[in-house]
């Protein structure tokens, strides 16, 4: 490693503003200013992370799948997507991408729509959104079901067809690929690190992923 | 017929539609774009859910006989027919960036001032106690945007895809809730807003051989999730 890059990561080092670890079923939520580098590793690969962001400072200003997609004309997000909010602000950038194609349509997992998809037995099972709910009310500034929308899902693959269809596949992903994003205006995000177990999402095994965040 | 009721284009409207009831939207001009919400009447917290609709049905689009499923699970609305085989539900619905020429003002165009869906959606909205935080993605009836095939899950919006005539209904399977708007789909590329005309008829409930129950095993577990409420 050159000096030149040595140093440019003991600077990165010195801005750092999270390092944590979240375990499968487990999720997080923090804020993340403006310019800074927010950073998400599957350490173990085949790990979706359901991902909400909203405005810091106004939190109905929050991430639209449906604009998002709509107004870069694709489905997929990768290096460049811009994550718009339903009033078109844009609130994070995609800046580095090693897995190269992450879902913003198939919403989260929750207990019902488990019971929808998989059969009766699924009711009980930890879903993403008592994750979402738990860590929104958590936050403690009137967060709550009402806001949680349509969120990202890093790292999971869910192709279309041009004959209207959709499937949940494989995903792209592998071990230590990760997905950088860059905070348009002081951002809120809300993760859960998704327990789904009845779709290849997680491979069929929840793992751990790593938080990674910098100041500007 | 219960009763009926003519939506002008470019409008928004909200109705009550009880369980076991239909609502036939025609459209009554070429071009014409329902932007559509559906909350449960006597719990809105309980509302559609387009992603949970979508991937349960493996579907990129609405049609017949799809169930328009709730976040909670059960099925709000069914779709029991259509003259279009394509409904778009993954690119929301327009905002004042979209309107062609850009939204004009009461004080000059009076009632044919051009607002967005947004517009006419968040005023709905806040008859019924709603708001911002409530404005999920909508059903965009009549209108049709396809993937193209490509890497990036292109998408290629489809020009003139609902003709006057073209119509689709919607059963309830709770009483329900229902905002829409008549603005032309956001990446429409004239303000040319068709009225739809709302037709309220009582159906029978579906029975065990309902085309949306046996449409799939999650189209039948989200009908009876809601049957369940009743029960």
Not at chain 1, 127 to 149: E, N, V
Request: hydrophobic share 40%; proline share 5%.
């Amino acid at each position: 490693m050159s000096t030149q890059t040595l140093r440019a990561q003991e600077d990165r080092e010195a801005r750092t503003l999270l390092d944590v670890e979240v375990a499968p079923g487990d999720g997080w939520i923090g804020e993340i200013p403006a310019g800074g580098r927010f950073r998400i590793v599957d350490l173990k690969g085949n790990q979706a992370v359901d991902t909400l962001f909203f405005d810091a400072r106004d939190h109905a200003n929050r991430y639209s799948a449906v604009d998002t997609v709509r107004e870069q004309g694709a489905v997929y997000l990768t290096t460049g997507s811009r994550l718009l909010s339903a009033r078109l602000d844009p609130l994070a950038t995609i800046v580095d991408d090693t897995c190269g194609r992450h879902d913003t349509l198939g919403g989260a997992c929750a207990q019902e729509s488990n019971v929808v998809r998989y059969g009766e037995h699924t009711r009980h099972e930890h879903a993403c959104r008592a994750t979402f709910l738990a860590q929104a009310i958590g936050w403690g500034k009137g967060l709550d079901k009402r806001d949680l929308t349509h969120n990202v899902n890093f790292f999971m693959n869910v192709p279309l067809t041009t004959d209207g269809g959709l499937t949940f596949e494989d995903g792209l992903s592998a071990p230590g690929k990760h997905v950088e994003l860059r905070a348009e205006r002081d951002l809120l995000i809300l993760i859960s690190n998704c327990p789904q177990l009845n779709n290849p999402c997680n491979g069929y095994d929840p793992t751990p992923v790593r938080l990674l965040g910098w100041d500007e | 017929m219960i009763f009926s009721h003519d939506v002008p284009g470019g409008a928004a409207w909200s109705m009550i539609l009880r369980r076991h009831r239909a609502v036939r939207l025609e459209c009554l001009g070429p071009g014409a774009n329902v932007s559509t919400l559906i909350y449960a009447a006597d719990r809105p917290l309980e509302r559609l859910n387009v992603p949970d609709t979508l991937k349960a049905q493996m579907a990129a689009r609405i049609a017949a006989p799809m169930v328009l499923m709730s976040d909670l699970g059960k099925a709000l609305c069914s779709v029991t027919g259509s003259s279009l085989t394509w409904h778009d539900a993954i690119s929301g619905h327009s905002l004042d960036a979209h309107v062609p020429g850009g939204p004009t003002s009461y004080a000059e165009h009076r009632n044919d001032r051009r607002r967005s869906a947004r517009d006419g959606l968040l005023e709905e909205l806040w008859k019924h106690g709603l708001g911002e935080r409530d404005l999920h993605a909508t059903v965009n009836f009549f209108s049709k945007v396809a993937p193209t095939g490509d890497e990036r899950g292109g998408l290629a919006f489809v020009h003139g895809h609902a003709r006057t005539g073209d119509w689709v209904e919607l059963r309830a399977e709770q009483d329900v809730l229902i905002m829409l708007s008549t603005a032309p789909h956001p990446l429409a590329t004239a303000w040319s807003p068709a009225a739809v005309r709302a037709t309220v008829r009582a159906v029978p409930a579906p029975g065990p051989d309902d085309p949306s129950r046996v449409f799939r095993d999650e189209s039948g577990r989200a009908l009876a999730e809601a049957e369940r409420t009743y029960q």
